[in-house]
Structure formats: C-alpha cells, structure tokens
C-alpha cells in the first residue's frame, strides 16, 4: 500500500481512501459522491451515534427489560414460512427461533427474528458460535430477545465493546464505512498531526489532536471510553475550527491591508451635502455609518464595509451618499443587484437625486445590444459617473476608466467570484456590501469577520410598521373581510405565493390559481399579477400600475422581496408561507408598514404544516426586530442554510461547531487569537499556501 512509505503525517491524511484497495467498491464510489477522497476527509465523517455495549454476562444475570449482551452456542434453530412477501422479487418472509447455550454457564436464552429475509437464516446456519445484543423479554415462562444484532466475535464492535453507527451514505450502511476505518493500519490514529500548539493544549487542558479523533470515532478500548471523554474530544475539536476560521479572518484582513490605493480628499460642505441629499434628516445610526465610510475613504487602503440593517432602515439612503462623496472626487461608482427590478428602482432613485449633476446609466441583461454597447463606451471613457446593473457589470466588456466603488446591494445573492470580478475592474475600489437580512453577531464574526461592519437599527422617523398574523382555515373569513375593510379605504395588497403554476408533487399555492380565485373573493377591485418569468417591460409595467394604483391587488411570486417600495400597500399576505425561509418572510412583510399608515401582515395557511413550520410562523408573528428573527432562524436552520443556498467560497463549511450552540467556545477562539499573538504561527504558514484562504478578500 502507498501510504506505508509517506514522509510526513501530513502525507499520511492525505493519502487517497482507494488506495486502502486494490480495486473500485461500492463503498469507495459512495464516498467519493460526498466529496469524501483522502483520509483527512475520511476523518470529519463523523459517527451518528457511539454506544458503550454492556459486557458479556452470564444468561442467569438476564433479566426482563434488560439491554444484555451474551455470547453461547447455537443448539437448535426453527425457520418458518409466515407467508407474507416482500420487496420486487416479493421475498418469502420467516419467523425464526433460535435456541443459543451460555458460554459461561448450562443456561439457554432464545433469539427470535419475525419478518425476517432468508438472508438471516442463511447467516444464521454459517455460525456456530455467535455474540448477540438486545432487550430481554419472556415468552412461555422461557427468556427471549426479539430482533437482537449479531457480532462476528473478534470483529470491530465486539472487540472493542463500543457500537459505532455512521450514516447511511448512497445506501451504504454503517457496518461497510465503519470497515472502511478498519483497514487503516495499526499506528494511524497516533499519527495523526497536531496543529495546537503544545503550550496552549496545556494551559487549557485540552486533549491532543489524536487523542480527540480517537474518542470522537470509539478507536480506544470501551473501558476508557465514557461521554464526557467524548464531550472533550469535540469541544477540542470545535475550538480548532474556530482558531482556524478566526485565523482565515485575520490573514484576509492582513492581505487586503497590503493593498494601497490613494486617500480621497473629502470636504466638510462636501460631506454635509451628502448627509442633505434627500428631504429628511438621517437617523443616528445613517449618520453614524458614513461617517465610518468617509474615515475609510481618507485612508489608504481599500474600504471593505458591509452595511447591515433591517428591512427598509435606510441602507440605500447611505449608499447613494457615499456615491456622491466618491463622484466629488472624480471617480465613477457602480451599483450591482441581484435582479433587474432592484436595479431599476435604484436607478430611477439614483437618477432623481443626482441625476442633475452626473451622468447615470442602468445596464441590465435586457438592455438592448446597441444601448449596451454606449453604455460601455462612456464607462470606458469616463463620461458615464454612474452604473446600476444586474450580473451584466461584470462581463469582459464592461470596463471603467477610473472605478473607485463598488456597491454591492443584498449581497448573499451573489457569489464571491462574482464580487471580486466587479472588484477587478478597479485599482483596489473602495467596497460596500449592503444586506437586508440581519445578521446575528455569533455569523458576523465568522462569515464576514474580516470586514468592517455598520449597522443601522433605528427607522426612520413616521413609519407605522407591521402586524402580523397567522391564518389558517378557522380564521380564513375573519381575514378576508380584513382585506376588502381595508381596500375599501383605497388602500393596497400583496398577495405573494411560492410558485407560479400548479404542480402534480406539492400541494401549494400557485399564482394561476391564487390569481382567478382572488377575482372571485374580490370581483369589485382591480387585479394584477407579477412573477419573474414576465418580460422586464410587463414587470415594470406591473410594477408602475400598482404604484400609480390604477391595480388594487398584486399577485407576485417572492420577486417583490426586495426592490418595491409603494407607500399605499398597507396588506402584506403570504400564502403557504411554510415555504419561506424566515428572513423571506421578513423582508416581504417590510414591503408594507413603509409610510404614515400601519401595515397588516398576514402568514396564510390553509393545510396542515409540521410543528416545526408553525414554530417557524410563530417567531414571523412574535417578532418585528430582524436580528432577533435572524438569531432565531440561525437556531432552527443551522449558519450554512441562513441565506438558503450557500454561496460557494463565502462561509467555512463547519464539520462539528454550530456557532449558536458553541458560542461559549468561538468567544474563547477570538480571545486566545488575540491572548496567544505568535502561537499559532505554525497554522498561519500552512494557511499561507493555502489559496482558498484568500477566496473572500
């Protein structure tokens, strides 16, 4: 085998699995599909589950309820047909009856298996000798254990008293990977490196890199194994995790500081015309994040700042002042969105407050060819100072004579790659990230540690905001009558559903059919629908009669999630809202509740949904604060799944740290990072050379 002449235990992890064979399995296939190739990717497969097996005892010690482990002597076995079938083949099925002798006394126990395959009965004829585990009962005055697991003695779980359970994987069962493990020589988990330093493993009692795989996966005799040996052994593990990703973090922030990029003059008036830009005076928190953003561009290194607040709290209104501050000096600004609708509106916001002084474009994948193609020309020449576009701004043929920010709105929709591409098209431009979905302070300082962070909490002075509600079939009408009260007071409604037409597999609400049924409940009012499969020009459409309200009711797919701002629509419902994740839901109810008139959010079930889904609705209805909402999904969707699907390069894919559940132990990497300031160097230059590290700069 290859492995055995490898230099270094470095080598040794990342050995290929295949070459513990000699030819391709099933098993090697199965885990090569879970990007499981080397032995270190062999490692973070973690077991579901450890348990400590009760030792071999004499059968006069079995006693009724009891989860007993024995070992004896197949004397008679019965195997009869209960002429049930099973399967494709339809399998006959059995009731078989096995009487085993005690191995350490004249005692006999019987081993049952109703339903079961002849697989089992084949098994079972193969041994004479066997080792069974289960939960003691009595039949016939005569002690019995139904459905027990049976051991090869001297193999695996019965040498090592412990039963290791790994998941199932391409219907690979749990005994096939554990084999996998098995075949790693004698030596192997005591070589495995460690990356800790020894002084810090000592001053916090830590176990050793090694000594944690082997309790994590039950490579220790059963003896010295116990649950809080295991707790060590992932508590030393996570605090790992946590060092390396702070360390990520430190190393981008290291690499973009070694970046240089003139420092822009900024004049007081200059900077007090940007906080007067629009008819209201910033909030506190506005004012205080262009401040931020103006102390970082008088620097000389390239800004990185994400910009995070609640839904409609005012993020743009900071944006569009630090494009003017940038404008001042001679620099162009680009705006990227996620879809054309966002796009448009802020360039016809854009345009309307600066518009009189700079020349500002819109450059979205249905601009025509020939438009495209000036639009491109001025960027190039410098004529153009402002462009809002969609994933067009990022093509080859955009180029800018002197791009000194990019603005990023509702970033998470976008890939890493794609924000250093726009990035590119600049000599080291200023960056500001912009999300409306809050994010809890335990991700921030993982997934977006390395930037400088504003966030703006307090709204803007005069809006109602939202109430919400949860209905369901019992409290359909109540609802519905709520809507047409509040129509009839020439106000507006949105009425979102997850899909746009009927589908055989989910029993959903469809737009089609949400459509024709609210021109049924609703047949006096004017009804319009928008999805994203429309025309840009029948969206806008849409769009602009609801605005000028020649329409009373929208019926929209989640495109109204972002980039809608119609001050009349006071009615947010959301129909199968079980199919939002709850930042959705949360930014779809900030749709409404934007002006002087109170908004009505309404979360409208009418099936039944799984506790978990009604917990979900639940915080929705509780809570108005985006944070704490975020907090609250963070716990019940896990930090990979917070923005739905993740973004490739954007976040560290954690193996056992849950940053909501350990916490206590991410604090505590942060603290030892700055504690222990030359400790970890040995991490740092292995990091060094590793590339990915550097993906999110």
């Not at 220790?220 to 649950?227: A, D, F, G, K, Y």
């Not at 973009?256 to 990029?261: F, I, V």
């Not at 966002?342 to 249905?366: C, D, P, T, W, Y």
């Not at 849950?658 to 300031?677: F, G, R, T």
Request: overall charge neutral; aromatic content about 8%; hydrophobic content about 35%.
């Amino acid at each position: 085998m290859r492995w055995r002449t490898l230099s270094s235990n470095k080598d040794i992890l990342s050995t290929q699995i295949s070459d513990l064979y000699s030819k391709p399995t099933k098993t090697l296939e199965a885990l090569n599909k879970k990007n499981i190739y080397t032995i270190n990717d062999l490692l973070w497969l973690m077991p579901r589950r450890i348990v400590k097996l009760p030792e071999i005892a004499n059968f006069q010690y079995a006693n009724i309820g009891d989860f007993f482990r024995g070992r004896g002597t197949i004397v008679s076995m019965q195997a009869k047909p209960n002429f049930k079938s099973r399967g494709k083949g339809r399998a006959v099925l059995l009731n078989i009856a096995v009487t085993v002798k005690d191995d350490l006394s004249d005692n006999y126990i019987t081993l049952k298996w109703f339903n079961a395959y002849q697989s089992i009965q084949k098994k079972l004829e193969q041994l004479k000798h066997l080792e069974f585990l289960g939960v003691v009962s009595v039949f016939n005055d005569s002690l019995q254990i139904v459905n027990p697991e049976l051991f090869e003695i001297g193999k695996s779980d019965s040498e090592s008293g412990l039963r290791i359970t790994y998941p199932t994987i391409e219907s690979v069962k749990s005994h096939h990977i554990q084999k996998v493990f098995d075949k790693l020589p004698n030596g192997f988990w005591d070589k495995i490196p460690e990356i800790i330093p020894s002084n810090i493993l000592e001053d916090k009692g830590l176990l050793s890199r090694s000594m944690a795989f082997k309790y994590l996966h039950g490579r220790v005799p059963s003896n010295e194994w116990s649950q809080d040996k295991f707790d060590q052994a992932k508590r030393r593990i996570i605090y790992e995790e946590f060092i390396y990703d702070q360390l990520k973090i430190k190393l981008r922030k290291n690499k973009r500081t070694e970046l240089s990029r003139k420092s822009l003059k900024i004049s007081l008036d200059q900077i007090q015309k940007a906080k007067s830009l629009y008819p209201y005076q910033l909030t506190i928190d506005q004012d205080k994040a262009l401040d931020d953003i103006v102390s970082d561009f008088s620097g000389t290194t390239p800004a990185m700042r994400l910009i995070q607040g609640d839904v409609g709290c005012g993020k743009t209104t900071v944006a569009v002042a630090s494009a003017y501050l940038i404008l001042k000096t001679g620099g162009q600004v680009a705006l990227m969105c996620p879809t054309e609708t966002l796009a448009l509106q802020h360039f016809r916001e854009i345009e309307e407050i600066l518009g009189n002084e700079f020349k500002v474009e819109l450059l979205v994948g249905s601009t025509k060819a020939s438009e495209k193609k000036k639009i491109n020309e001025s960027l190039e020449s410098g004529d153009c100072d402002i462009v809002i576009g969609t994933h067009s701004l990022f093509q080859d043929s955009v180029n800018f004579k002197n791009l000194e920010l990019a603005i990023i709105d509702e970033q998470h929709k976008f890939g890493v790659e794609q924000r250093i591409k726009l990035m590119k098209k600049g000599e080291n431009p200023h960056c500001l990230i912009m999300s409306a979905t809050p994010i809890p302070r335990s991700l921030s300082l993982t997934k977006y540690g390395d930037l400088d962070i504003s966030i703006i909490k307090t709204m803007p002075g005069g809006r109602k905001g939202q109430k919400t509600r949860i209905v369901t079939n019992a409290n359909l009408n109540n609802y519905l009558s709520f809507v047409k009260t509040r129509l009839e007071m020439k106000e507006q409604a949105y009425i979102v559903v997850p899909a746009i037409e009927e589908s055989e597999n989910d029993d959903i609400r469809n737009l089609e059919h949400t459509y024709e049924l609210y021109k049924q409940y609703f047949p006096e009012f004017r009804i319009a629908y928008l999805h994203g499969r429309m025309s840009p020009d029948e969206k806008q459409a849409a769009i602009t009669d609801f605005k000028e309200h020649k329409t009373d009711i929208l019926i929209a797919t989640s495109v109204i999630e972002v980039g809608i701002n119609i001050i009349n629509s006071t009615i947010m419902a959301i129909l199968s809202p079980e199919r939002f994740g709850l930042s959705s839901l949360h930014q779809m109810r900030g749709r409404v509740g934007r002006g002087n008139k109170p908004g009505f959010c309404f979360l409208v079930t009418d099936r039944e949904i799984t506790p978990d889904s009604m917990q979900r609705l639940q915080v929705i209805e509780k809570y108005t604060d985006g944070f704490k909402i975020a907090e609250e999904d963070l716990k019940i969707r896990g930090e990979g799944d917070l923005f739905g699907q993740e973004q490739s390069g954007v976040v560290t894919q954690k193996r056992l740290a849950n940053i909501v559940l350990n916490q206590d132990i991410l604090y505590e990497a942060i603290e030892d990072i700055k504690k222990y300031p030359n400790d970890f160097d040995s991490i740092i230059n292995f990091m060094n050379h590793d590339e990915k590290v550097f993906t999110t700069i």
